[in-house]
């Protein structure tokens, strides 16, 4: 068990590693449904038993002016949907006026959240396909965010993964 405070005790590098790999490949090809020139974000990886952030790693090509913002916002998504505990998504306690967005999910074990791409809907999709690719959330759950939250990108970047997601079933 790790010590109190210390998030990072409960990852191996290798599981860090895979779900960076991961996000790194859904973030991409999420990214080609707009043309807009984002290429990439922060993620934030949320460890629901230790309460805290776990991984938190910019993913693909980002701005130097993004940065900060991004980084801000991957993480406060996460805490977020966290502190909501009822929420399955940040989309459900999103306030633009307070630059609170969706693009946080809560799975089994973690929330997946990310901030980079040119809609939140975006965000949200490719880390329900995450979660999904990842045995986090199985595909009923991840429909039924996906439809309370009206999003559209979401079927279009399953799409893309749908061969992979069989294999792993």
């Given at each position: 068990?790790p010590?109190?405070?210390n998030?990072?005790?409960n ?44 991984i938190?790693?910019m993913i693909g ?13 991957s ?5 977020r ?8 998504s ?5 306030n633009?006026?307070e ?9 089994r ?11 939140e809907?975006?965000?949200?999709a ?10 986090e959330?199985?595909?009923d759950?991840?429909?039924?965010i996906?439809?309370r ?21």
């Amino acid at each position: 068990m790790p010590e109190k405070g210390n998030c990072m005790g409960n990852c191996r590098n290798e599981s860090i590693w895979t779900m960076i790999g991961v996000v790194q490949r859904v973030v991409k090809e999420a990214s080609g449904f707009t043309s807009e020139n984002r290429k990439g974000g922060y993620f934030c990886l949320f460890d629901i038993i230790l309460k805290c952030p776990v991984i938190i790693s910019m993913i693909g090509e980002v701005p130097a002016e993004k940065a900060g913002k991004y980084h801000r916002l991957s993480i406060e998504k996460a805490q977020r949907t966290f502190d909501h505990s009822e929420h399955k998504s940040s989309y459900e306690s999103r306030n633009e006026k307070e630059e609170k967005y969706g693009g946080a999910i809560r799975a089994r074990r973690y929330i997946f959240s990310f901030s980079g791409l040119k809609k939140e809907e975006e965000d949200e999709a490719a880390m329900l396909v995450v979660a999904e690719l990842l045995k986090e959330i199985d595909s009923d759950e991840a429909e039924l965010i996906a439809v309370r939250n009206m999003n559209q990108f979401y079927p279009k970047l399953l799409e893309k993964f749908s061969s992979l997601l069989k294999l792993y079933r």
